[in-house]
């Protein structure tokens, strides 16, 4: 229920991959307790004259344990077996197990392919859960029952493999408005001129139109009355798809971009500058050419519920994993005041479903439209609110699921009671 986090080091399933963090890859060599210094280098065959990878690897640490090997008790040899080859991690395993299993419960309730959970201390940025959904059969070396061929079975074994918690790439959709606030608060901590109108449009349906866009911003289907006089509050607790598109413009596009990268989301294709200010109002609620992954998205939430600060997700606390320095993303005025709002998504807006749940829970729905497939449905939080001793920032997403809100709100409402039954939350 770990692999995707852990790994596995008997067969090192994936670990050629560069979509993967293992801690048995990446801490190998204080597993091991030496560096091999394992390094590619071709190797000449001397009859065909064929070069071939091969990896070369220094065993010199384990040289005492040769010329020693009749005294086990020599300096040298005590000083390879005793040294430290413990790794200490921020997992809390419970919390885990209870988070995985949860994730695949709501997936295969509404049939769903995929799926991930990330849970992080927000006021230290440690990783507690990381759940991506499936998980590898047999890690990757068996086969499974469901496949005819041996194309399909290696599609199977690649999308189980994905670690869609930390690498998965989704649209966050609504989830993204939060970036859009932060990119407002931080052009104008008082961000009191941002107020848009949305109407009843001439299809029936509910939204706005938005300069140099030459179609209305619509909202979800299921609003059926107009949000009115709409400002950054209401916007939020409502989820006002117009009000984003035209405060993304307002913002501008450099400023923007620069808060999406501080979080390390990606708002635009390549050339950036060039191809933002054409998606821009699309991006302000999470849509166009914006992708995010779940871990990013706790991210985001872990720097509101912590007075806007963003801080470095870390695994481990031992060997060699001191933080970088804490980022100011936000005011914590700003952040206050986004905290507030959040809570509100939950109380009386699109997160009812948790406004039930006895840990009081703010957060923020979303419904991430894909091209010919059902919409992904998310919810990113933190709980409780206010802070108590401890804080937990969390992401889920359930894939082609439909509504955040319907799908997703309870499953982040499974994460944190999980949360509460591991005594994180007391």
């Given at each position: 229920?770990?692999?995707?986090v852990?790994?596995e080091s008997?067969?090192?399933t994936?670990?050629?991959?560069?979509?993967?963090s293992?801690?048995e890859?990446?801490?190998?060599?204080t597993l091991?307790?030496f560096?091999?210094?394992p390094?590619?280098v071709?190797?000449?065959?001397?009859?065909?004259?064929?070069v071939?990878p091969?990896?070369?690897?220094d065993?010199?640490a384990?040289?005492?344990?040769v010329?020693?090997?009749?005294?086990?008790?020599?300096?040298?040899?005590?000083?390879?077996?005793e040294r430290?080859?413990?790794?200490?991690?921020?997992?809390?395993?419970?919390l885990?197990?209870m988070?995985?299993?949860?994730?695949?419960r709501?997936?295969?309730?509404?049939?769903?392919g995929?799926?991930?959970?990330v849970v992080l201390?927000?006021?230290s940025g440690?990783?507690l859960?990381?759940?991506?959904y499936p998980?590898p059969l047999?890690?990757?070396?068996?086969r499974?029952?469901?496949?005819?061929s041996?194309?399909?079975?290696?599609?199977v074994?690649?999308?189980?493999?994905l670690?869609?918690?930390?690498?998965?790439l989704?649209?966050?959709g609504?989830?993204?408005?939060?970036?859009?606030a932060?990119?407002a608060?931080?052009?104008?901590?008082?961000?009191?001129?941002?107020?848009?109108?949305?109407?009843?449009?001439?299809?029936?349906r509910v939204?706005?139109?938005v300069?140099?866009?030459?179609?209305?911003i619509?909202?979800?289907?299921?609003d059926?009355?107009?949000?009115?006089?709409v400002?950054?509050?209401k916007?939020?607790?409502?989820?006002?798809?117009p009000?984003f598109?035209?405060?993304?413009?307002?913002?501008g596009?450099?400023a923007?971009?620069e808060?999406?990268?501080?979080?390390q989301?990606?708002?635009?294709?390549?050339?950036?500058?060039?191809?933002?200010?054409?998606?821009?109002?699309h991006?302000?609620?999470g849509?166009g050419?914006?992708?995010?992954?779940?871990?990013?998205?706790?991210?985001v939430?872990?720097a509101?519920a912590?007075?806007?600060?963003?801080?470095?997700?870390?695994?481990a606390t031992?060997?060699?994993?001191?933080?970088?320095?804490?980022?100011?993303?936000?005011?914590?005025?700003?952040?206050?005041?986004?905290?507030?709002?959040?809570?509100?998504v939950?109380?009386?807006?699109?997160?009812?479903?948790?406004?039930?749940?006895?840990?009081a829970?703010?957060g923020?729905?979303g419904?991430?439209q894909v091209?010919?497939?059902?919409s992904h449905?998310?919810?990113?939080?933190?709980?409780?609110?206010?802070?108590d001793r401890?804080?937990i920032?969390?992401?889920?997403v359930?894939?082609?699921?439909g509504?955040g809100?319907?799908?997703?709100?309870?499953l982040?409402?499974?994460i944190?009671?999980a949360?509460?039954?591991a005594?994180?939350l007391?």
């Amino acid at each position: 229920l770990a692999f995707h986090v852990l790994g596995e080091s008997v067969n090192q399933t994936n670990w050629a991959a560069r979509n993967t963090s293992f801690v048995e890859e990446d801490f190998d060599a204080t597993l091991k307790g030496f560096d091999d210094r394992p390094l590619t280098v071709g190797v000449r065959n001397p009859r065909t004259g064929r070069v071939s990878p091969v990896v070369r690897r220094d065993f010199t640490a384990l040289l005492p344990l040769v010329r020693h090997k009749r005294n086990p008790e020599h300096v040298d040899v005590q000083r390879v077996l005793e040294r430290d080859r413990d790794v200490h991690l921020t997992l809390d395993a419970g919390l885990q197990v209870m988070a995985a299993r949860a994730l695949r419960r709501r997936a295969e309730s509404v049939g769903s392919g995929g799926g991930a959970a990330v849970v992080l201390d927000a006021s230290s940025g440690a990783l507690l859960a990381s759940a991506s959904y499936p998980w590898p059969l047999d890690f990757g070396q068996g086969r499974s029952d469901d496949v005819e061929s041996t194309e399909e079975e290696a599609n199977v074994v690649s999308q189980r493999l994905l670690d869609r918690a930390r690498y998965g790439l989704y649209p966050p959709g609504s989830t993204f408005k939060l970036v859009t606030a932060v990119a407002a608060l931080r052009s104008d901590p008082a961000e009191r001129q941002s107020v848009f109108q949305c109407e009843r449009l001439p299809d029936g349906r509910v939204g706005g139109r938005v300069r140099g866009v030459s179609h209305p911003i619509r909202d979800d289907a299921l609003d059926d009355a107009p949000h009115g006089t709409v400002d950054l509050h209401k916007a939020l607790v409502v989820s006002c798809n117009p009000y984003f598109a035209q405060l993304a413009q307002r913002v501008g596009a450099s400023a923007f971009e620069e808060t999406a990268t501080a979080a390390q989301i990606a708002v635009a294709t390549r050339p950036v500058r060039d191809n933002l200010p054409r998606t821009l109002p699309h991006a302000g609620y999470g849509q166009g050419d914006v992708v995010a992954s779940p871990l990013r998205m706790a991210g985001v939430v872990a720097a509101i519920a912590s007075n806007g600060e963003l801080r470095d997700v870390r695994v481990a606390t031992k060997p060699n994993t001191r933080p970088s320095p804490d980022l100011r993303w936000v005011s914590a005025e700003g952040a206050a005041r986004l905290r507030g709002y959040m809570r509100e998504v939950v109380t009386a807006g699109t997160g009812r479903a948790l406004a039930g749940h006895s840990v009081a829970i703010a957060g923020k729905t979303g419904t991430a439209q894909v091209d010919n497939a059902k919409s992904h449905a998310w919810f990113v939080g933190f709980a409780p609110h206010p802070r108590d001793r401890r804080q937990i920032a969390f992401a889920v997403v359930v894939e082609n699921a439909g509504y955040g809100g319907r799908v997703a709100a309870p499953l982040a409402g499974d994460i944190v009671s999980a949360a509460q039954a591991a005594g994180l939350l007391r």
